[in-house]
Nanobody, 111 residues
Framework: QVQLVESGGGLVQPGGSLRLSCAAS????????MDWYRQGSGKQRELVAT???????NYADSVKGRFTISRDNDKNMVYLQMNSLKPEDTAVYYCHLGGRWGQGTQVTVSS
């Protein structure tokens, strides 16, 4: 059974940083692209960042230059390093793999 478990969310001041982690199990992780999505209150879920099986990355315009997605295929982990956080980054962040979703982790950016 495929499981995705996110961690690392929390409350941070504007300009601060957080690192989200997603642990995958029950799947041949290394062959899949991985994504991070987010959903703010009253908003649609949106794609934040993608990393292919080969390590190619892509980002939403709103996070380019501030967020970095990475993966560790030996540990079945994907990460999202978030720097220079803004209040508009406040959302529940989800990792996604092959149509499967984690439970999400809340990120709140507020002073």
């Amino acid at each position: 059974q495929v499981q995705l478990v996110e961690s690392g969310g929390g409350l941070v001041q504007p300009g601060g940083s957080l690192r989200l982690s997603c642990a995958a199990s029950g799947i041949m992780f290394r062959i899949y692209a991985m994504d991070w999505y987010r959903q703010g209150s009253g908003k649609q879920r949106e794609l934040v960042a993608t990393i292919t099986s080969g390590g190619t990355t892509n980002y939403a315009d709103s996070v380019k230059g501030r967020f970095t997605i990475s993966r560790d295929n030996d540990k079945n982990m994907v990460y999202l390093q978030m720097n220079s956080l803004k209040p508009e980054d406040t959302a529940v962040y989800y990792c996604h793999l092959g149509g499967r979703w984690g439970q999400g982790t809340q990120v709140t950016v507020s002073s």
